[in-house]
């Protein structure tokens, strides 16, 4: 009996430190029989990682959506209009509008971004000690950011609020540790919709106000606000888990900071596979070449590994052009995309804003963190800020955070299981992508109404 209780106690015990690996690896089986197997991962058997590039940037690589089954999934995470969203336009006159007006709101002399990420961090960060989430400290950062990029003006309280309700709905289903509540994300539409007048450049041409409004709401208060509150989530942990490196920064150069921030991109890439539908041949060799329609999965984590000797340490020398002895553009590094396909519009603005941020956020905190650093990051980032004029005692909050970690890891990945299923039979039933491919243009309805709860 004794024995048993032990042997029960032992097995709880370990729980967190085998429970969420195996529950990981029966997500990906059960995705996989969901979603069905799809698609050739590059790099992988037919295209390795010296055609990485070469393949990604040929012109026969440019179809977004159209015809894989992978982007119903895409679009039921990054709704509401994922039709208008800018990443899943096919190209054509309708994405050039939509490319043409992003770039001209992302265009913002260095000095006014710079000084609007110093104000929305400033603001952010007041009255803000002890333990915080980094990526919910982040969000209203970057919401009142993508607000003044597109109005011109400060962001009201209310519209920061549905903003961040709007983005933390779409990353929380993304990672599957909550589902997605269209009409939490409507309201953000109802809002944008009233205050298109009010954007201080020509919106797209030949969009409905509705289309509009989604286009908006896709690209800056969707992907813009996700992707820096994960951007700098990373950062921040990475700085937190080595104190060697924040100190560094803290005292250094921009230029040591850039090579922070490349070397978080590389090892933590905020896109895991990019996917692209092919609309011709691409010639492999002789006798070798992938057909039109096939579905290629670029993979950033394996491209952004290989090259680079001990490929999972955190290593910001990498980026030193004078220890590598090659420019950065030839290393295994596109953390923004390949120029010739569809590259991130904020390739130029996202680092200049970061690395203000990241200031900000130095010159008043000593950060700490014992939190598993994973790229997806479910966890949000647990951190401790210790104001940098107060006594730095951490010893006893890091040994708190491990625990806690480790223990929410295991709940954790149990809903990611449960919840992540769900939504990938649930997106699979609705296929919005591929019914909107075949169903006639006047019968498309745009509004897709709430579906899940509010
Ligand atoms: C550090 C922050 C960011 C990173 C690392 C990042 C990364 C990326 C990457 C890798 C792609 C290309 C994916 C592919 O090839 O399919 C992409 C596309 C895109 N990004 Fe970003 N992004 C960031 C911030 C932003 C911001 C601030 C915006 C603001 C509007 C933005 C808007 C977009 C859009 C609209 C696309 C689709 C481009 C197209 O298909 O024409 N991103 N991003």
Redesign the pocket.
């Known amino acids: 009996m004794l024995i048993a209780i032990i042997a029960v106690a032992g097995v709880l015990v370990s729980l967190p430190w085998w429970l969420p690996d195996r529950i990981v690896a029966v997500r990906a089986r059960l995705f996989a029989r969901v979603n069905g197997e799809e698609g050739i991962p590059v790099p992988g058997g037919l295209v390795g990682v010296e055609r990485f590039r070469e393949v ?1 940037s040929h012109p026969a690589a440019n179809g ?1 959506s159209r015809g894989a089954a992978l982007s119903d999934l895409f679009w039921y995470w990054l709704a509401p209009g994922p039709e208008m ?5 096919e190209a054509g006159e309708r ?1 050039d509008a ?2 043409r007006a ?1 770039r001209d ?2 265009a913002v002399p260095r000095a006014q971004a710079e000084e609007l990420a110093r104000r929305c961090a400033a603001r952010a960060l007041e009255g803000v000690h002890g333990l915080v989430r980094l990526r919910d400290l982040m969000m209203p950062l ?1 919401a009142e ?2 607000y003044e ?1 597109v109005f011109g003006r400060p962001c009201p309280r209310e519209a920061r609020d549905l903003i961040t309700g709007n983005a933390n709905d779409v990353v929380t289903s993304l990672k599957c540790t909550g589902l997605r509540h269209m009409r939490r994300r409507l309201r953000l539409t109802e809002y944008l919709l009233d205050r298109l007048p009010l954007v201080r450049r020509p919106l797209p041409a030949g969009l409905t106000p509705r289309e509009q409004a989604y286009y908006l709401q ?3 208060f969707n ?3 996700v ?2 509150s ?3 989530a990373h950062l921040l942990l990475v700085l937190a888990r080595h104190p060697e490196v924040q100190h560094a920064a803290r005292t250094g150069d921009d230029h040591y900071l850039d090579q922070v921030i490349a070397e978080t ?1 590389r090892l933590y ?3 895991g596979i ?3 539908i092919t609309t011709g041949d691409i010639r492999l060799g002789e006798h070798t070449a992938i057909p039109a329609g096939s579905v290629l999965c ?1 993979s ?1 984590p394996e491209f952004h590994r290989a090259g680079f000797a001990d490929p999972d340490r955190f290593d910001p020398g990498r980026f030193d052009p004078g220890r590598s002895g090659r420019p950065v553009k030839e290393l295994n590094h ?5 120029a010739a ?7 130029r ?3 200049i ?2 690395r203000v941020a990241a200031r900000e956020v130095l010159d008043r905190y000593v950060l700490d963190s014992s939190v598993t650093h994973t790229r997806s990051l479910p966890s949000r980032g647990p951190c401790l800020l210790t104001p940098r004029d107060a006594p730095h005692r951490p010893r006893l909050a890091l040994a708190f955070l491990r625990v806690r970690d480790r223990w929410e890891d295991v709940w954790r990945s149990l809903v990611q299981l449960v919840l992540g299923t769900y939504m990938v039979w649930d997106a699979r039933r609705q296929r919005l992508c591929e019914r909107h491919f075949t169903t006639e243009p006047e019968n498309r309805h745009v509004h897709p109404g709430p579906r899940n709860g509010s």
């Not at 969203?85 to 336009?89: D, T, W």
């Not at 596109?334 to 390949?338: C, D, Q, S, Y």
């Not at 396909?341 to 390739?347: D, G, L, S």
């Open positions: 990604y977004r969203h800018q990443e899943h336009l994405y939509v490319a992003t709101l992302l970057w950011f993508a990029l896709g690209a800056f992907t813009a606000v992707q820096m994960e951007a700098m991109m890439p905020l896109f990019a996917h692209r670029f950033y596109i953390p923004f995309g390949v396909n569809r590259p991130c519009p904020a390739w603005l996202a680092p804003a970061m």
